[in-house]
């Protein structure tokens, strides 16, 4: 059977082409990705993001079928935009559903941030100004101030998989300031992935986005070393001794 080390069950928004995509291309051998949609959310509205909570306990219904080891709501706003009650809420929703431990992309965000100790990052979204001030009140209820933020301002989710990984380098660089001891680049549908290397390397400070983060918490569950090497320090942290035990406390206390 394919998943002999560890089954990933992630759930996207319908119109997410971007984060299944990364899973997979990153997943180790003997890991597998079994993927849900939850419908809606395409207009990133307030509206459509509550109603992905709903929808997402039908996506984790069909992949409960496949005993997954984890679970991915792999949202970031859709996670974050009602705060962290919000959050554990839906943690403890898809849980029940599947039996398994439920990794959000907020949580995640929140997680990695606090596992490295900063309190003050820059971050980078597509979002309209709306979420921009949900993301900055979530991270300043787990102590994490938002220095500056850059935004490439769209509300069509779909559109945000077209922005190039080009262009996210760009936006990093221009909008980080010193006081920032990280960035994080927000929204499961951004191709972020690609960059995190060079960014830390040129920018000399860790950089992590909502797929990687996902990850890292979602391997980290399983206890899970992926050996994944060319995706941002965060995801090498892995490799270090006692790295999964360290990142599942963190979701066991989220």
């Known amino acids: 059977m394919y998943g002999w080390r560890g089954r990933i069950g992630l759930l996207v928004p319908s119109i997410n082409t971007t984060m299944e995509t990364e899973f997979w291309r990153i997943a180790p051998a003997g890991v597998s990705v079994h993927v849900a949609r939850i419908a809606g959310g395409r207009h990133g509205t307030p509206e459509e993001l ?3 909570e709903s929808a997402s306990k039908h996506a984790a219904s069909e992949i409960a079928m496949v005993e997954p080891d984890v679970v991915v709501y792999g949202c970031t706003s859709g996670s ?4 962290p009650a919000w959050n554990k809420k839906i943690c403890e929703q898809l849980t029940a559903i599947t039996k398994a431990p439920t990794v959000t992309t907020a949580g995640a965000m929140a997680a990695c941030l606090t596992a490295g100790g900063y309190k003050k990052v820059d971050v980078v979204t597509p979002y309209v100004e709306v979420t921009n001030e949900r993301l900055k009140q979530f991270v300043k209820a787990h102590g994490i101030d938002v220095v500056k933020l850059g935004t490439f301002d769209m509300l069509d989710m779909f559109d945000h998989a077209k922005i190039e990984p080009g262009e996210i380098y760009a936006k990093v660089r221009q909008i980080t300031t010193p006081e920032a001891e990280a960035v994080f680049v927000a929204c499961t549908q951004l191709r972020a992935l690609e960059v995190l ?16 983060a996902s990850a890292w918490q979602a391997y980290a569950a399983m206890g899970v070393d992926p050996g994944i090497k060319n995706c941002g320090s965060l995801l090498r942290k892995l490799s270090e001794p006692g790295a999964q035990k360290k990142a599942a406390k963190k979701l066991r206390s989220a």
Do not use: C, H, I, T
Request: hydrophobic residues 40%.
């Open 80 to 83: 974050f935009f009602e705060g």
């Open 197 to 212: 290397d060079m960014l830390e390397r040129d920018l000399g400070k860790p950089v992590y986005s909502a797929v990687q």
């Open 50 to 52: 509550r109603n992905m």
